[in-house]
């Protein structure tokens, strides 16, 4: 946020600043965040309306009060450019015009290259659309830290991002080794509680194999009793009985 105000002019800082901090603090696309007009920003109610979504989707944005404020403050600013006339956009260029796509890219690249962010390969480098995923992985660890419920935030957080299919929200979620690492310690610590209502294991006869099913918690083994199998019934012995057959006729 810092290295934006290295930008050319006062309104061009506040219009990236304002932009990338909007992206980061509500995960919207950034194709979202530039199709935005000013009608889609209800101050008094604290939302955000996203008209043109992916796949034509419409949605609404519920914002924290910093965030209000910081969309209030670029809207009244006194050097937004006025020309072109009635512009409906609420992120403007110097030239008064909406922001392109392939323009807030190159700049971003740029504050990027300023801070010393180096790309780890010519084909991992850092994007806009890395905000999104933070966004996503951070809504899941406060869920966590929070003793709350993931799987309840994760459904809210599908729709806030926009997502048909939550499966699309898991995948974001799949590689954060913090996230990862929080859920397997509240797995663990549900382990004791689920072990503690199955049946105690009991002694094995040797030669018998163990038939133990998985704590559904832990994934541990648990051995449940086994009824011990019914000795083999003696069999009747069909060449006596073919005998006596033929003993009759």
């Known amino acids: 946020m810092t290295a934006t105000a290295a930008l050319r002019t006062p309104h061009r800082t506040a219009t ?17 965040a530039i199709g935005l007009d000013r009608d889609d920003f209800d101050a008094v109610g604290g939302v955000l309306t996203i008209r043109h ?8 944005l519920p914002l924290h009060p910093s965030t209000v404020a910081a969309l209030g403050d670029y809207l009244r600013r ?23 796509y392939v323009n807030v890219q190159n700049t ?12 780890r390969s010519a084909a991992c480098r850092p994007r806009l659309h890395d905000l ?12 966590y830290r929070d003793g709350g419920n993931p799987g309840n935030r994760l459904a809210l957080l599908s729709t806030y991002l926009g997502h048909v299919d ?24 549900q382990r004791c509680r689920v072990c503690r209502r199955l049946p105690r294991s009991p002694r094995v006869p040797s030669g018998q194999q163990r038939a133990d099913p998985e704590c559904p918690a832990c994934r ?11 000795s083999p ?11 006596y057959s033929a003993e009759a006729f």
């Open 53 to 60: 979504g992916k796949f034509g989707k419409s949605r609404e």
């Open 166 to 189: 939550p499966g699309k929200t898991y995948w974001y979620l799949s590689a954060a080794p913090e996230l990862l690492q929080l859920a397997g310690d509240r797995l663990e610590r």
């Open 220 to 230: 541990n083994p648990v051995v449940v009793p086994i009824r011990r199998p019914s």
């Open 78 to 100: 006194s050097d937004r450019p006025s020309r072109p006339p009635n512009t409906p956009a609420l992120f403007v260029s110097p030239a008064g015009t909406r922001l392109l």
């Open 16 to 32: 990236y600043r304002t932009l990338i901090g909007l992206l980061a603090v509500t995960g919207m696309r950034i194709g979202e």
């Open 132 to 143: 999104r995923h933070a966004f996503a992985v951070r809504t899941l660890l406060d869920a």
């Open 233 to 243: 019934r003696a069999c009747r012995d069909d060449r006596t009985g073919a005998r």
């Open 108 to 119: 971003f690249q740029k504050l990027v290259s300023r801070v010393g962010i180096a790309p």
